[in-house]
């Protein structure tokens, strides 16, 4: 009967802490676990989910891109890894699985007039280009306060100080110009499905001008009913769109991301 019942709490005992490390398991865990078992429709859910309930991440979106590139819903993947590409600029895997998805929806951009400029520009985020900003011009203040308050004595230190305070001033000149010249971020969006099609005016039974394609870049305009004015780059394509065919990478989510980390998954995908 003793081993009886010792058995019987072990079992217990297991079960307990069985239930206990599935309640303390994340909901970010839980959809990696989906997407690690092939259920890449409930990982992107679970995803989704998790963008509405606990605000917009990096590496939340980045899983989201590669659920949908699983999926083989290439414009869902790309708006995606867009939006991750936002709050982390400089990220290697991100920026290989998003031309891959470009290059399996034949969705490429064209390249801007100068490269090296639009290099520069994305190499920081806006979030990132407005705090270098900011920093600047507190240390631009703070030396002028503190030169004029007190004179300096030694001919090195004013040197100094006029070097640090012209850098400041380059840095802020430099940031406010990389805010300016992304600005049109905007106003782009992504082209979600195959069959979107832009239209002569804002209804479904408006003339079709031409289908743009899953994972397009667009410029967006008006918004009336239902449709949306878009203009497709590099083309002559323009016209309105279903709402539901296309999406902004920078909705009022992304304005102001809610702080909080997590682990991506950090697969590349081969080509």
């Not at 297991?14 to 959809?31: I, V, Y």
């Not at 409930?42 to 659920?67: I, K, M, W």
Request: with cysteine.
């Amino acid at each position: 009967m003793t081993l009886y019942r010792l058995s019987h709490l072990i079992c217990l005992l297991l079960g307990s802490a069985a239930l206990g490390a599935a309640a303390t398991t994340t909901p970010f865990e839980q959809a990696n676990q989906h997407f690690k078992t092939g259920e890449f429709a409930a990982a992107a859910r679970a995803y989704e989910q998790l963008l509405t309930t606990e605000g917009p991440r990096a590496a939340v979106f980045y899983n989201l891109g590669n659920s949908y590139q699983r999926l083989g819903q290439f414009g869902p993947a790309i708006l995606a890894y867009e939006r991750a590409r936002l709050l982390s600029p400089r990220d290697p895997d991100l920026s290989v699985n998003l031309a891959l998805a470009r290059k399996a929806a034949a969705a490429f951009e064209e390249p801007g007039a100068h490269p090296r400029l639009d290099g520069l520009l994305n190499h920081l985020s806006c979030n990132e280009w407005s705090w270098l900003v900011a920093a600047a011009a507190l240390a631009l203040g703070g030396l002028t306060l503190v030169c004029g308050a007190v004179p300096l004595p030694r001919r090195w230190l004013r040197t100094s100080a006029r070097v640090a305070a012209a850098m400041a001033g380059i840095t802020i000149v430099t940031g406010a110009a990389a805010l300016y010249l992304r600005r049109g971020e905007h106003t782009r969006g992504i082209v979600l499905s195959a069959a979107a099609t832009v239209r002569l005016s804002p209804f479904d039974s408006a003339e079709a001008l031409g289908t743009p394609g899953p994972g397009r870049s667009v410029r967006l305009g008006a918004h009336t009913g239902a449709f949306r004015y878009v203009e497709v780059p590099a083309t002559h394509l323009r016209g309105w769109m279903a709402d539901a065919d296309v999406a902004a990478i920078i909705p009022s989510l992304i304005l102001n991301p809610k702080e909080g980390k997590g682990n991506r998954l950090g697969w590349r995908f081969l080509p």
